[in-house]
């Protein structure tokens, strides 16, 4: 079984120390086998911020933790417009990593991550043709029980927040995406972007999506909050098995909340009743 941890939006110049300690205590306390960043390490894409993210990384990894990671919209400059335009992610490969498309194979697990952020929109995401057909060569090098989990910033649907409108825009060039994810076999979509912690069948959101679980992280170590708690994510991938835990802020630490398990029946994922639990095959 593989246990990953998922961050997202650190926000570093925008972050509060405290919470930065208290990731670092959880993950050390959890022993992932890879830690999972989507996007938004710095607030405004600055060289301190930059710096300030790439000692986080460097304390994990000094730890032993294996550390994979997309960039966000927040980590191409704003108000620096030649920078923004002809060298958007040149700070992002210099402190946190070269690679836009990293991919990390674990006992049971793949996981690709995918670089959605674009100069030429100042908070949404796309995906262009040439990422969909590394996700699916990728995928394709991989075993077919192997769980296959794509990583973004922007997720790839609109999501719903409780009974009210849904909150964000798809990803631009959704429905090339979509099909991408469908023909390499993806099982987890994990993302952030909007601050808010959710799991949803990819099905309920998009009718023809396909069966993958779409996997939300709040803002791990944030001040900027949108009506919700700062916290991340524990996940344990099994065979035809995960579990989701959201690891939620409550003032002097992490503490895990809200678990949700889903069994893999053919080729869709279920909500784990308590009879599917006990047939679920062990990790």
């Given at each position: ?29 959890a022993k ?59 700070r ?55 769980a ?75 001040t900027?909050l ?58």
């Open positions: 079984m593989a246990r990953l941890i998922h961050l997202s939006d650190l926000h570093f110049g925008a972050h509060d120390d405290r919470l930065v300690d208290a990731v670092e205590r959880r993950v050390d306390d992932p086998d890879l830690v999972v960043i989507s996007g938004d390490f710095t607030q405004r894409a600055r060289t301190e911020q930059f710096k300030q993210a790439c000692h986080f990384l460097e304390r994990l990894r000094k730890a032993g933790h294996e550390v994979l990671g997309v960039p966000g919209n927040h980590d191409v400059p704003l108000y620096d417009v030649l920078r923004r335009f002809l060298s958007p992610l040149t992002y490969r210099r402190f946190i990593d070269q690679s836009l498309c990293p991919f990390h194979e674990l006992p049971g697990a793949a996981v690709l991550g995918i670089n959605t952020a674009r100069s030429l929109t100042f908070k949404d995401g796309r995906i262009n043709q040439d990422q969909v057909a590394f996700i699916r060569d990728t995928f394709a090098r991989t075993r077919p029980e192997t296959r989990i794509l990583v973004t910033h922007h997720p790839l649907f609109a999501l719903p927040v409780g009974d009210g409108p849904e909150l964000g825009k798809a990803i631009g060039r959704q429905e090339l995406a979509l099909d991408a994810v469908a023909d390499a076999g993806v099982d987890l979509l994990l993302a952030g972007h909007n601050h808010r912690a959710s799991t949803h069948h990819a099905k309920d959101l998009v009718t023809d999506a396909g069966p993958a679980l779409v996997i939300q992280a709040g803002t791990a170590t944030s900027r949108r009506d919700e708690e700062q916290s991340f994510n524990l996940l344990e991938v099994g065979d035809a098995e995960v579990t989701v835990a959201v690891q939620a802020w409550d003032g002097a630490g992490y503490a895990s909340r809200d678990a949700q398990r889903f069994v893999r029946r053919g080729e869709h994922w279920e909500t784990a009743t308590g009879e599917q639990l006990a047939e679920a095959p062990e990790a």
